[in-house]
């Protein structure tokens, strides 16, 4: 059976069901999500948008800049690149794969090489930790078992692998995004609506949420020209890909590109007495954002998010303060970005509309790909 990242907008039964579930939820999740509306104008000019970096062969669908100046970029097979599909980009601007060749050759054994990277993050002990989902056509079946794969930054090698037990997954299960905190890793399933919370040391796992409205595409994903359509003219739905956990591990956040953002406590997923009841009830709507091409966290708990449908970088405060910090067209389908530390993000306008992973019939990438670098304002939002 075909396994479809590219899901054509969800037959009349699933939609129904979900905004059915959606609706019964609606008592818990309140007013306060629909309280302060994103604002329309930008506080920065299109001119503090700079550009940082560019390619002509890659398309980048994820920035993590590292404390030593150094940042890797995501290039995954999935979208249509053939190169390797992690790379640092080194203090001196010099590319190179990461964390050395070997792991980025295209091979029929995953043992030693990666095979569809689908998310990165870097936990608090400085440790990476990226996701290989197995999956590198989203149209075909996965060519291998998905894991997690833990790399030393300062050694510049992987040091642990944890399998993704075959029981948490579903026919069709395309694993895309990742957070971790301590010892757990968040991961959700955007191919079969629902998220895995892996146990690394005992590589184990429990999966929570199957097709919860919170974790369900029930709409298409808005670009500036309207909605995405496949090469058949269709248009595309895709479940959560995207999360985030918050510094103090106490809470995550996750969305499908074009839901809403949603906001669960990670002690839910842990307490023996909490009824499934209470636990649907527990997760709750936290903003009507927009299309998204992906979020990211910074060290106080703001979230950062790439707008699609605006070509914009929004911000999310603790305080849930929404903030538009920039707005340019230059932003054609912004995906993950990064924060360096010091003031600083990087996004990559990286085109996925127009490439065959997004259902292009053939690519359409206007070269090169972009790395725009933004001074974030560190004044507080106007009021």
């Known amino acids: 059976m075909k396994h479809s990242f590219l899901r054509s907008v969800l037959p009349r039964r699933t939609v129904c069901r979900a905004m059915l579930a959606a609706a019964l939820l609606s008592p818990f999740v309140g007013n306060s999500a629909w309280a302060v509306h994103m604002p329309k104008v930008p506080e920065l000019p299109a001119s503090a948008l700079v550009p940082f970096m560019q390619s002509n062969q890659q398309i980048w669908d994820a920035i993590l800049p ?6 890797l970029l995501e290039a995954p ?6 190169g390797p599909q992690l790379w640092v980009r080194q203090t001196d601007g010099s590319l190179a794969p990461y964390p050395d060749a070997g792991w980025n050759t295209r091979e029929a054994t995953n043992d030693t090489h990666f095979v569809a990277l689908a998310g990165m993050t870097r936990t608090a002990d400085g440790s990476i930790w990226v996701l290989d989902s197995g999956v590198p056509n989203r149209e075909k079946p996965p060519v291998a078992a998905p894991r997690l794969i833990q790399i030393d930054p300062t050694t510049n090698t992987v040091t642990h692998t944890v399998p993704i037990e075959a029981n948490l997954l579903h026919q069709g299960s395309i694993l895309s995004g990742i957070a971790v905190h301590g010892t757990t890793a968040y991961v959700p399933d955007s191919g079969v609506a629902g998220l895995l919370l ?4 005992s590589a184990s ?20 020209t309207g909605p995405l359509l496949n090469a058949n003219g269709q248009a ?18 996750m969305q ?4 809403f953002l949603y906001r669960v406590s990670t002690s839910l997923f842990t307490d023996p007495d909490v009824t499934p009841a209470a636990f649907e009830e527990g ?4 903003y009507k954002t927009p299309a998204l091409g992906g979020l990211t966290i910074d060290n106080d708990g703001t979230l950062y998010w790439s707008d699609i449908t605006t070509g914009s970088i929004l911000s999310y405060t603790v305080g849930r303060i929404p903030r538009r910090l920039v707005m340019d067209e230059r932003l054609k389908w912004p995906t993950t970005p990064g ?11 990286s085109q996925l509309d127009h490439s065959v992973g997004f259902g292009a019939a053939t690519p359409s990438i206007s070269w090169p790909i972009t790395v725009y670098q933004l001074t974030l304002p560190t004044t507080p939002p106007p009021q």
Do not use: E
Request: proline share 11%.
């Open 198 to 201: 892996i146990d690394i040391p």
């Open 236 to 253: 595309i739905a895709v479940d959560t890909s995207m999360i985030a956990v918050s510094p103090d591990g106490t809470w995550i956040v």
């Open 256 to 259: 499908p590109p074009a839901g």
């Open 77 to 82: 097979a999935w979208v249509g690149n053939t």
């Open 205 to 224: 796992g429990r999966r929570f949420l199957d097709h919860h409205p919170a974790l369900t595409a029930t709409k298409p994903i808005q670009t500036p």
């Open 283 to 286: 997760v709750t709507q936290w």
């Open 66 to 71: 590292l404390p030593d100046g150094r940042m």
């Open 339 to 349: 924060l360096d530390g010091h003031g600083h993000l990087y996004v990559a306008a």
